[in-house]
């Protein structure tokens, strides 16, 4: 058994105490605590000891952006080269998310401990996300029986440091060696998962809380360092409301804190940011549309999902149906009664005068090709799509509209219908809406319309499509609260 014997500073509860009021006040929300503080303790000159880092901050890693993650490494680095020690690998306390690998590695990380009860297998692999891999080795807290040809390390306190490496080098079996040695020598394989506490297993299972989730980190990480009393309001409550079962509360709540942040920054009518990132930890990355009024995250993998869409002005977070996973801008039916999944990829992505994203996206169907070209600007979203030797089938995207029970259709001037049970409509333009919002959906070709509730009685599906086959091209214009 190869016995790595790591050690990690105290904190001091002051420095803690106080990281923490600067997060709770909203002056500092990215703090990291760092080791024990000057003066040093006394410290023995212990080479075969790894000084263990443990990356603590608040929040926690899986919730901050690379940069911050980044920069919380080099300050935690930083601290134990100033006291004389070497950084060692980094123990994975607290929650663990697949996309951590990728800004570990970038940061200079070149191992991970973690917990020999928090991995599905107690010997060393591997954890992986995209082309990023980290070695990850299992912690104990006391020796035990081991396969021979595994490692481990034993984390022990301070004081107790001397008496540990004499204990490894009395024992047989046992192999005192160092992280960067026994990987010099042994090159773990195989993946390892890492077991999930109730909070983390509760967002792997609950499409809509992760996405929530997801949504509240992006609001965490993006807060300035001076809010007004204002802003500082929206954000409390988003923080507050996070925590509670009212989805359409909670989802509320983050979008006016948004709108809120984006006032405090002075931002005008024509201001945009288009970014790409594995937003759900998935493996593929997602499109991030920023705009005054709108905030819209495509994954052209999953035939051009909509995951989240917000409306800033008024405040609407059109996408959150419980139940119901966001939009897909490309769903086709051709034989069978099964969506067909289309894998698409990013052809271009570019800002045009007047605060408008163009986003235009390629994919095989058949024997053919599909063209999507998605525009945003103001409140409008405009999907062309252009289809060359597709299969016959029928195509359209479906809609995901958080609406209330009372929630009504409309169709080429028609009278108003509420939407009690699955309805299907044809013709050119079509308004739904309800006590407070309103969609016009407008196609230049005639279109079938379905309508259904959502699964809890609330929300609304909407599929607008067209029967297609061969080349064709047909455009649709989604205007929210039109």
């Not at 929650?95 to 990728?102: D, K």
């Not at 990013?346 to 007047?354: L, M, P």
Request: glycine content about 8%; hydrophobic content about 45%.
């Amino acid at each position: 058994m190869h016995v790595i014997v790591g050690a990690r500073l105290p904190v001091d509860p002051r420095a803690f105490e106080a990281a923490v009021g600067r997060i709770q006040s909203l002056r500092h929300p990215l703090a990291l605590v760092l080791p024990h503080p000057a003066p040093a303790p006394d410290l023995p000159d212990l080479p075969n000891v790894e000084w263990v880092r443990t990356g603590y901050s608040e929040p926690w890693f899986p919730i901050l952006p690379d940069g911050e993650i980044l920069r919380q490494i080099e300050r935690e680095a930083t601290a134990l080269t100033d006291l004389g020690l070497e950084p060692g690998p980094l123990w994975i306390t607290g929650p663990w998310t697949a996309r951590l690998p990728g800004p570990l590695k970038a940061a200079g990380v070149t191992a991970l401990l973690m917990a020999a009860d928090r991995l599905d297998r107690p010997i060393p692999g591997v954890l992986a996300h995209l082309d990023a891999v980290l070695p990850v080795i299992p912690v104990v807290t006391e020796l035990d029986s081991r396969p021979v040809d595994a490692a481990v390390v034993w984390m022990v306190d301070l004081d107790g440091l001397e008496e540990a490496l004499a204990r490894v080098a009395e024992s047989p079996g046992c192999d005192l060696t160092t992280v960067d040695a026994y990987l010099t020598d042994h090159r773990p394989d195989g993946r390892r998962r890492p077991v999930l506490d109730d909070a983390e297993a509760e967002l792997s299972t609950d499409p809509d809380r992760f996405v929530l989730h997801r949504k509240f980190v992006r609001l965490v990480t993006r807060i300035p360092e001076r809010l007004s009393a204002a802003a500082e309001t929206a954000v409390l409550d988003a923080e507050r409301r996070f925590d509670s079962r009212d989805l359409t509360a909670a989802h509320k709540s983050i979008v006016a804190a948004r709108a809120a942040i984006d006032s405090e920054r002075r931002r005008g009518d024509d201001w945009w940011r288009i970014s790409r990132l594995d937003w759900d930890a998935d493996g593929s990355e997602e499109i991030h549309i920023e705009l005054p009024l709108v905030s819209m995250l495509v994954a052209p993998h999953r035939s051009a999902a909509v995951t989240t869409l917000d409306l800033k002005d008024p405040v609407w977070p059109v996408s959150s149906v419980s139940g119901e996973p966001g939009w897909v801008l490309a769903r086709f039916i051709g034989e069978g009664d099964e969506p067909t999944p289309i894998s698409m990829a990013e052809i271009r992505a570019t800002e045009a005068r007047g605060g408008r994203i163009e986003v235009e996206l390629g994919a095989p169907i058949g024997s053919g090709t599909l063209g999507l070209e998605v525009t945003v600007q103001g409140r409008k979203i405009v999907a062309r799509y252009v289809l060359s030797g597709a299969p016959s089938g029928q195509l359209g995207p479906e809609l995901k509209l958080a609406m209330d029970a009372d929630a009504r259709v409309r169709i080429d001037g028609s009278e108003w219908t509420a939407v009690t049970e699955p309805i299907a409509l044809s013709g050119h333009k079509i308004r739904v809406a309800d006590a407070s919002s309103q969609v016009v959906i407008t196609s230049l070709t005639p279109m079938t319309v379905f309508l259904r509730p959502g699964l809890d009685g609330k929300g609304l599906v909407v599929w607008p499509h067209w029967v297609v086959a061969g080349s064709t091209t047909h455009e649709l214009t989604i205007d929210l609260n039109g």
